[in-house]
């Protein structure tokens, strides 16, 4: 099975600062790639799909790159609200692995 | 709009079986695939299985010996049963609406069921 593999597990940045996730897959899955954040509490959000579709709604700050095995989530000026654990999963068969997440605060 | 909504025994006794229900409206359940995910308190997220409109399912490797899951369209809803529970399979456990195309776009609320004697 296709394992998910994020990094870092933790990250502290400042208000405004430029935030990039990378999620790798243990094989190829094309672009067949979702973020999801979830803030404490509450229910997973998708963010973005097929790598680097914006979900409708999701502030443009986010965005999605990549293919094949490497992929990255951005937001490029960090605002508080954006305070969550972010996770990556493959879309494209099962298992739907998901990443281990990545959890942003604000320093 | 589409909602998800899981039910069933918020506690579970060890060895026996866990089973939720997840009834969507909104939606017709016979169009995409719907799934279930669950999160153990300060933990990630798992992915539990799919089950499609016409029956057919795929399920975690790690859990298929234990799992099934079916769906009802007469009642736009969709199951889960996992037998020989242990403490391990306490958790929150969403239901979800799946695409390859698009992920899981919506979800439930989320359900906690506690395996305790």
């Known amino acids: 099975d296709i394992q998910m593999t994020q990094s870092p597990s933790s990250l502290s940045a400042s208000v405004g600062d430029r935030v990039t996730i990378t999620c790798r897959a243990s094989?190829?899955?094309?672009?067949?790639l979702a973020w999801y954040q979830q803030k404490p509490g509450q229910v997973p959000k998708l963010l973005i799909y097929?790598?680097?579709t914006l979900q409708s709604g999701v502030p443009s700050r986010f965005s999605g790159s990549g293919s094949g095995t490497d992929f990255t989530l951005t937001i490029s000026s960090l605002q508080p609200e954006d305070v969550a654990t972010y996770y990556c999963?493959?879309?494209?068969?099962?298992?739907?692995?998901f990443g281990g997440g990545t959890k942003v605060e604000i320093k | 709009q589409v909602q998800l909504q899981e039910s069933g025994p918020g506690l579970v006794r060890p060895s026996e079986t866990l089973s939720l229900t997840c009834t969507v409206s909104?939606?017709?359940?016979?169009?995409?695939?719907w799934t279930w995910v669950r999160q153990p308190a300060g933990k990630g997220l798992e992915w539990i299985g799919r089950?499609?409109?016409?029956?057919?399912?795929d399920y975690n490797p790690s859990l298929k010996n234990r799992l099934t899951m079916s769906i009802d369209t007469s009642k736009n809803q969709f199951s889960l049963k996992l037998s020989s529970v242990t403490a391990a399979d306490t958790a929150v456990y969403y239901c979800?609406?799946?695409?390859?195309?698009?992920?899981?776009?919506?979800w439930g609320q989320g359900t906690l069921v506690t395996v305790s004697s």
């Open positions: 999963q493959k879309c494209d068969s099962a298992p739907l692995t």
């Open positions: 094989q190829g899955i094309r672009n067949y």
């Open positions: 097929t790598a680097s």
């Open positions: 909104g939606a017709s359940i016979s169009s995409y695939y």
């Open positions: 979800a609406r799946g695409s390859t195309t698009w992920g899981f776009v919506y």
């Open positions: 089950v499609y409109s016409g029956g057919a399912t």
